[in-house]
Antibody, heavy 117, light 110 residues
Framework: EVQLVESGGGLVQPGGSLRLSCVAS????????MHWVRQGPGKGLVWVSG????????TYADSVKGRFTISRDNAKNTLYLQMNSLSADDTAVYFC??????????WGQGTLVTVSS | QSALTQPRSVSGSPGQSVTISCTGT?????????VSWFQQHPGKAPKLMIY???KWPSGVPDRFSGSKSGNTASLTISGLQAEDEADYHC??????????FGGGTKLTVL
């Protein structure tokens, strides 16, 4: 059974940093691109960032480019998102999602990031 | 990276059919046959209901169907059931390993 479990969310002050993690199981992690998608309170889903199966290729939404860094450790079956210079606009539930043939087919339960003073 | 356009809400009675539209551009919906639809209940993770415009993942009933014409994709739910009440999100591949989502549509079963 495919499982994705996010962690690392919490309350952080504006300008602060946070690192999210997503532990994968039930599939060969190193065979798949992986992505982060976020959902602000009462809002729709927004794609944030993606990383290639070997970690060499990365993509970012314009809204986070230069502030967020996606990475992965295939030996640990873990995906990361380092978030810096956070603002209130970054407040959201952050989901990790598996990419299967250009479709986000499995999602984690999400981790809540709240940016507030 | 503009969001796809979905109606904010739709509604229908049990047994009826509803259709949710998702409008993008030639750079996303119109340019690729990689449109997917997700059902999301409050506080839960999105669940894949349709992929590649009109394909069903295992376990999804065929009451859910997808289509696309030009830059607009659609999700039709027939034989509405109470448990179908949820938010529905469309998603399209937008090239270079990026995705774009719609703003979400709240389905109310009357």
């Amino acid at each position: 059974e495919v499982q994705l479990v996010e962690s690392g969310g919490g309350l952080v002050q504006p300008g602060g940093s946070l690192r999210l993690s997503c532990v994968a199981s039930g599939f060969t992690f190193s065979n798949h691109w992986m992505h982060w998608v976020r959902q602000g309170p009462g809002k729709g889903l927004v794609w944030v960032s993606g990383i290639s199966n070997d970690g060499r290729g990365t993509t970012y939404a314009d809204s986070v480019k230069g502030r967020f860094t996606i990475s992965r450790d295939n030996a640990k079956n873990t995906l990361y998102l380092q978030m810096n210079s956070l603002s209130a606009d970054d407040t959201a539930v952050y989901f990790c999602a598996r990419d299967h043939a250009k479709t986000p087919d499995y999602w984690g339960q999400g981790t809540l990031v709240t940016v507030s003073s | 990276q503009s969001a796809l356009t979905q109606p904010r809400s739709v509604s229908g009675s049990p047994g009826q059919s509803v259709t949710i539209s998702c409008t993008g551009t030639s750079s996303d919906v119109g340019g690729y046959n990689y449109v997917s639809w997700f059902q999301q209940h409050p506080g839960k993770a999105p669940k894949l209901m349709i992929y590649d415009v009109n394909k069903w993942p295992s376990g999804v009933p065929d009451r859910f169907s997808g289509s696309k014409s030009g830059n607009t994709a659609s999700l039709t739910i027939s034989g509405l059931q109470a448990e179908d009440e949820a938010d529905y999100h469309c998603c399209s591949y937008a090239g270079a390993y990026t995705w774009v989502f719609g703003g979400g549509t709240k389905l109310t079963v009357l």
